[in-house]
Each structure stands twice: as structure tokens, then as C-alpha cells.
């Protein structure tokens, strides 16, 4: 209260009689802000450790403590230490933690429109994504549909680039290796890679490697290339597939608590979607740096890197759009968000023609 004090008199000192009412004016600003609250909140995430802990949920917490001058501390648990890895979203909706970081597409089962706003094999170019999320309406349709359909506030927190295909214990190139492989993933890939003659299953991301190093699976998609180095997939299976054609971007989710969002003043909440928005880009250019240092990695620990043949790739892309369209058809909120979608890649249908220059020799 003494500082109080003295940062008034200094206020107020010098501006002679015409300037006394401005400054009195002016004071109960500075007292409104001295005695802005202090929030403790709990995350739980859907990650075991990794680039997803340290440079998305923990990187928001240091990010929001250092915006709001330490007055809001998060405190960041790993998966499963505060409900299930795969219903973070239950965690947070429940109060069990104020906020949750999580990839949307987990609750596909759900609702299938958090396949779009999480990405999926139809999805446009990470670029692309951050532009329709940001710019084109994208982050206004995902806080409507998860409140209307999950009870919580809901924002972008992290984006990656194009994911790994496969790390496998097979060879993987053409649609015939992938019948009856074994594969661990999530989301509406497992719809289409199963329609695609693999035998896909779903997992939390801290079981993957045993499971891959047991046998239990032949294959599994994760992360990037450099997110995929942390978890040391490669170590058991040396087969590295690319691209992702599954996952050609692939936007996270903080979500909050509808109560606890409730209990906060305007500014705290613009602290938090800024620094949720600041972590977002920072981990796509962190991420894009990271996956281009990466490859030398895999090809010195013994990794065999495989290319996908143009039969799985278009296969892929053909699959997943006759897929969007069938959700369409019998889901209002998918139709409205791939609505969206598609208008949005319409308008960008020739960006590489002004936005990528190609030097050719003559």
C-alpha cells in the first residue's frame, strides 16, 4: 500500500491546478489495478512429457505468469494424473482442473467436427490452417461448437506441421503393406485406416512405446519428425514413413472451465487467448526448424526412410473427403465447419502462384 501511495503522489505531483482533476481521474485506475486478483488454476493435459508439455501447455503457463506480472500461475500435470489422458476435456468440463490441454480429435466419438478443427487426412497446410483459424472465422466456429457440444471454452493452444506417416517395424510404401498392419492412432484416421485395410487402435501417447516395442503394434503415427525423437519410437522400429498424409496439420486445444472462465475479468481473459495465440506460433516456428534438423537424427540411428508411394497418398486424400462428405450429411456443426473449409481453400486455390517464387533455370 506504501508504493500505492508514493506512484499516486508521483502521478498527481507537477500537474498543477488545470492537471489536479485529470490525475485524480486518473487514480482509481491505479488502485483497480493493484488490486487485480490472483488466480491459481491446474491444467491437465493429454501428454506425458515432450515438445507437447514443454513448448505448448508449460510454455503458456510461464508465457500467462509473465503477461499478468505472476498474478495468474497455472500448474501444468502430466496425463492421467488428473483424469484420463483421452477425456481432458471431461477433466475440465467436471471442475476436476480449470483448464485442459488436449488435441480435440480426441473426442471424436463424440462429435466428428473436432476431427476438422484438430485436423485430419482432408485437411489443408498447417499455413493454411493458422489462417482460417485466425483470420477466416475458424477460432469463432470452434469456441460456439464446444460450448454448445462440450460445455467448455475452447481456443487454439499449439499447431504442428505435417506428422511422421508411420514409425514401423515393417516396410510400409504401398496400399498392400498396409493391409492387416497393426497401427496405434486417433481420431477419424482410424475410420479411414481401417477402410484402407490396416487394423488401427487407439492409445494415450505414455503407452505407445511399450506397445510398439512388445509387438502389440507393427506401426504408430504420433508427432513430427522432431516430436517424434522425445518418445524414441525409432529405437524400436526402424522404418520411418513419410509424409503424413494422414495429418497434414494438426491444431491443440486449451480448454477452460465455463465457471472458472466466468469468474474472470475481461483483461485476464484477453491475457489468457493472447498467450495462447503467442504459444501457438511459436511452436509452429519452433516445430518447422526442429523437424528440418531432425532427419539427420533418424538417418544415423539406423532408420530406414520410406517415401510413400502416390497410390497411398491419393488413396488417402479420396478416402478422407468421401468421409468429410457422409459426416456432412448428418451433422450440422460438421457441415457448418467444412462449409467453412472449403470456401476458405477455394479462396486460396492459387496462393503458391503469388505467394511461392520458383527460380528455374532457363
Known sequence: ?????????????????????????????????????SVSWKMTTAWPGGPLMDIGAKAFA????????????VQVFPGG???????????????????????????????????????????????????????AGGIDLQRQFRDETAGIVSMPLFIR???????SRKPVRTLADLKGLKLRSAGAWLDMAREMGA???????????PALERGVIDATEWGTLWENLSPGFYKVAKYLIIPG????????????????????????????????????????????????KSLDVYRQAGNEI????????????????????????????????LDSQIAFEKQWQDADRWRKVQVKKA
Open 1 to 37: 500500500m506504501t508504493n500505492l501511495k508514493v506512484t499516486r503522489r508521483r502521478a498527481l505531483s507537477g500537474l498543477g491546478t488545470a492537471g489536479l482533476g485529470a490525475g485524480l481521474l486518473a487514480a482509481p485506475a491505479i488502485v483497480q489495478t493493484a488490486a487485480a486478483q
Open 62 to 73: 510461464e508465457k500467462l505468469a509473465f503477461l499478468s506480472d505472476g498474478r495468474i500461475k
Open 81 to 135: 494424473a488428473l483424469g484420463n489422458a483421452l477425456k481432458v476435456s471431461e477433466t475440465v468440463k467436471n471442475g476436476i482442473a480449470e483448464m485442459g490441454h488436449t488435441w480435440m480429435g480426441y473426442d471424436w466419438g463424440a462429435d466428428t467436427t473436432t476431427c476438422l478443427l484438430g485436423g485430419y487426412a482432408g485437411s489443408f497446410d498447417t499455413e493454411r490452417m493458422l489462417h482460417w483459424l485466425y483470420e
Open 161 to 167: 506441421t505435417a506428422e511422421v506417416f508411420l514409425h
Open 199 to 209: 487394423a488401427p487402435v487407439t492409445t494415450a501417447g505414455g503407452e505407445i512405446y
Open 245 to 292: 498424409v494422414h495429418q497434414p496439420t494438426a491444431p491443440f486445444e486449451l480448454c477452460i472451465n465455463k465457471a472458472a472462465w466466468g469468474k474472470l475479468p475481461e483483461r485476464d481473459r484477453k491475457l489468457i487467448e493472447q498467450a495462447a495465440k503467442l504459444t501457438t506460433f511459436e511452436s509452429w516456428t519452433r516445430i518447422g526448424q526442429e523437424d528440418a
Open 306 to 337: 520410406i517415401e510413400l508411394a502416390p497410390e497411398v497418398q491419393y488413396e488417402t486424400k479420396r478416402v478422407a473427403m468421401e468421409w468429410a462428405a457422409k459426416q456432412a450429411e448428418k451433422n450440422a456443426w460438421f457441415k457448418k465447419v
